[in-house]
């Protein structure tokens, strides 16, 4: 729970008893928040966004009142300033993840802590525990993905203005996207190269489990 006052102790025995119904973790929903208006604005698109790029269905990640089961706690590693995605982390690892709509009281003491920095912060964090959950084990296909995408998009400006030179319609010499697209070339190339490296450090890799199962009582 935050120290802040702003969380309701009372809600407690509500996240016990949905973890009661077969959950791992209950993550509460502020669903009613007693904030200012860019925080409560800002973090409705932070979850959106975080709930479109992860697939779990949760309207408040950041919510501090969380209810975890002791298996949960050991086995889930969080560093830096990850632990705003626990549910997602713990999704990963195999865990039932739920939500339950929690009171939220308006600041009584202290100030918010909350700036743009903080924003950009968490969006390099979703960057983060997407490639170490989704990724972490096949690279390829974050790299590749990107790659290919901009190895398209770089093939099809040059190939675009190469058609245009044979009818004599354009003067490459005048075009400085000619350039751009054989930047985008170059860095397809380098992303697929990335994600070929780092399948090759992968499959060598033998310390690491590649999953984690949750042993059925």
Known sequence: MDADLQDDPAEIPNLLEELGKGFDLVSGW????????IKKYS?????YVTKVMTGIKL??????LK???KEVVKDVEVHGELHRYIPVL??????KVSEVVVKHHPRRYGKTK???SRFFKGFIDLVT?????????RPLHFFGLLGAITFLAGFMIDAYLTILWFLHEVNLSNRPILYLGTVLIIVGVQFFSLGLI???????DTTEDDYGIKEKK
């Open 114 to 116: 909350f700036g743009i």
């Open 198 to 204: 780092g399948e090759m450090l992968v499959h060598n």
């Open 90 to 95: 713990a999704d990963w690892k195999g865990y």
């Open 43 to 47: 973090s409705r698109f932070f979850n």
């Open 59 to 64: 309207h408040d990640f950041n919510c501090g």
């Open 30 to 37: 502020k669903k009613k928040r007693h904030d200012p208006f």
């Open 129 to 137: 525990v997407i490639f170490t959950t989704r990724y972490i084990r």
């Open 67 to 69: 209810a975890y089961r």
